[in-house]
T-cell receptor, first 115, second 115 residues
Framework: NAGVMQNPRHLVRRRGQEARLRCSPM?????VYWYRQLPEEGLKFMVY????????ESGMPKERFSAEFPKEGPSILRIQQVVRGDSAAYFC?????????????FGQGTRLTVV | DQQVKQNSPSLSVQEGRISILNCDYT??????FLWYKKYPAEGPTFLIS?????DKNEDGRFTVFLNKSAKHLSLHIVPSQPGDSAVYFC??????????????FGKGTKLSVKP
């Protein structure tokens, strides 16, 4: 049973380009979470999705950021018109049930560098 | 406003001794607590969890204690080993869904275990 798979592991984008980060949850997991870690900071919650639904996006910046988790395929975190401040490690996690009674399993992360 | 706080950014311990990592939370709706361990350039790895109906959970060298009245939990590692050197994150969630359904992380404590 493969773990949470994130790709790419490293992504370099120029300012103004779009970044697309992919996350394939563990088999049987229908709950996906995205977190961002800035240098020397903890993990900041961004968005929580369940298949085809956004459950909580309270941690997402209001502009340029969007997330989806389609019925088929991986969850995508999309950042439009990237800026230097978007440079960070982005982690995806998945769980078999809603939070509150189960742990979430994390992927290796995507390190985004905006130049 | 940080809902989960790890006030010690770093901790240094001698091999074989006990490591005690602390975590405080402010949201009384949290009822499930987790500890994750993270090595550089890797995703967080789940260590141990505790439900609010318990005050202690033990798994091998790792024990988590929960003091609900003080809104405080701690992770004890006995005996500490050099391989335990990593950043440890405390996380909390609630079972009532909504924004409390997400895993909220502290900023982490960097543990160094010296041989």
């Amino acid at each position: 049973n493969a773990g949470v798979m994130q790709n790419p592991r490293h992504l370099v984008r120029r300012r103004g380009q779009e970044a697309r980060l992919r996350c394939s949850p563990m088999k049987g997991h229908s709950h996906v979470y995205w977190y961002r870690q800035l240098p020397e900071e903890g993990l900041k919650f961004m968005v929580y999705l369940q298949k085809e639904n956004i459950i909580d996006e309270s941690g997402m910046p209001k502009e340029r950021f969007s997330a989806e988790f389609p019925k088929e395929g991986p969850s995508i975190l999309r950042i439009q018109q990237v800026v230097r401040g978007d440079s960070a490690a982005y982690f995806c996690a998945s769980s078999p049930r809603a939070p509150g009674s189960t742990e979430a399993f994390f992927g290796q992360g995507t390190r985004l560098t905006v130049v | 406003d940080q809902q989960v706080k790890q006030n010690s950014p770093s901790l240094s311990v001698q091999e074989g001794r006990i490591s005690i990592l602390n975590c405080d939370y402010t949201n009384s709706m949290f009822d499930y607590f987790l500890w994750y361990k993270k090595y550089p350039a890797e995703g967080p790895t789940f260590l141990i969890s505790i439900s609010s109906i318990k005050d202690k959970n033990e798994d091998g060298r790792f024990t988590v204690f929960l003091n609900k009245s003080a809104k405080h939990l701690s992770l004890h590692i006995v005996p500490s080993q050099p391989g335990d050197s990593a950043v440890y994150f405390c996380a909390a969630s609630g079972s009532d869904g909504g924004s409390q359904g997400n895993l909220i992380f502290g900023k982490g404590t960097k543990l160094s275990v010296k041989p």
